[in-house]
């Protein structure tokens, strides 16, 4: 289901890797006039938001399924809720794409998004809220993470209450002594089921300044980390970290990112 850019439309996949297939659109009355050709039935309506119900409704009892991704903009609160309210299972993946600008409700409407939209396999969440922007709660779990752009919003604290297996910041305002204080968080048992992150920095500032109590020691070992959809990343060198249940992970950082991998199976 995507209800983005002032149009509705509900989209089916014949298979877990197959492209999307647009089977249905729903528009406002107001864009009939400018006759563009659609390859699929266009609905349009004055009520552009009961024209997308009736059209992913329409797909959905059809094929007799629930809704299994939502893609969706700052106007789109009410289709969160909608899906929430329709179906018993969680989305498999959400995306919430950024505006053109910070509008004045951005950091209302992320902070809806971030409270009420799950997903159990993938989301992505991209706002384009203000310096001032916080949130307090938790997101998870899930499988990976993304915020694609403008993360400035997450604090360590924040960090430390994502439960995803991969997670990637971009925008990342943290600074070493946030991470230093993730990194003892992670060490004392948290995040178990974390296999992967990865920030890239607003500002190339950072520099790695790990706290002794956290025995971080320089490392030459090379492992491959198997990512999500199948692809794979070779990681060589850089530090090494331990859990208290003996769990290690191999952390890589510069003046722009910091990569934490960690390894379950040693």
């Not at 439309?9 to 406002?28: F, G, M, N, R, W």
């Not at 107001?30 to 039935?41: D, G, I, T, Y």
């Not at 949130?135 to 360590?156: A, C, E, Y």
């Not at 959809?229 to 070779?234: D, E, L, R």
Request: with cysteine; proline share 2%; aromatic share 10%.
């Amino acid at each position: 289901m995507i209800d983005y850019k002032s149009c509705g439309q509900a989209h089916i996949k014949t298979s877990e890797d197959a492209k999307q297939i647009p089977v249905l659109l729903a528009k406002h009355m107001s864009e009939l006039k400018r006759q563009l050709s659609w390859k699929c039935p266009v609905l349009y309506s004055n009520d552009q938001i009961l024209g997308t119900k009736m059209t992913v409704e329409y797909v959905t009892d059809l094929f007799g399924l629930d809704i299994h991704e939502l893609l969706t903009d700052r106007n789109s609160a009410w289709a969160i809720q909608w899906v929430n309210n329709r179906q018993k299972n969680s989305l498999y993946n959400f995306a919430f794409n950024k505006t053109r600008k910070c509008n004045s409700d951005a950091d209302e409407a992320l902070d809806f998004v971030l409270r009420n939209a799950r997903a159990s396999n993938y989301c992505s969440i991209e706002g384009s809220v203000s310096d001032n922007f916080k949130f307090d709660g938790k997101l998870g779990p899930m499988r990976k993470l993304t915020i694609p752009s403008n993360g400035h919003w997450v604090t360590g604290d924040n960090l430390s209450n994502f439960d995803a297996i991969e997670i990637t910041i971009q925008g990342s305002r943290l600074s070493v002594s946030d991470l230093n204080v993730f990194l003892r968080h992670w060490r004392a048992g948290g995040l178990t089921r974390l296999e992967w992150l990865h920030l890239n920095f607003e500002e190339h500032t950072f520099r790695e300044r790990f706290d002794e109590d956290l025995e971080v020691v320089k490392t030459d070992e090379r492992r491959v980390y198997h990512c999500s959809y199948g692809y794979k990343k070779v990681v060589h060198g850089g530090y090494s970290v331990q859990r208290v249940d003996g769990v290690k992970a191999l952390i890589q950082c510069d003046l722009r990112r910091f990569v934490m991998v960690v390894w379950h199976q040693q």
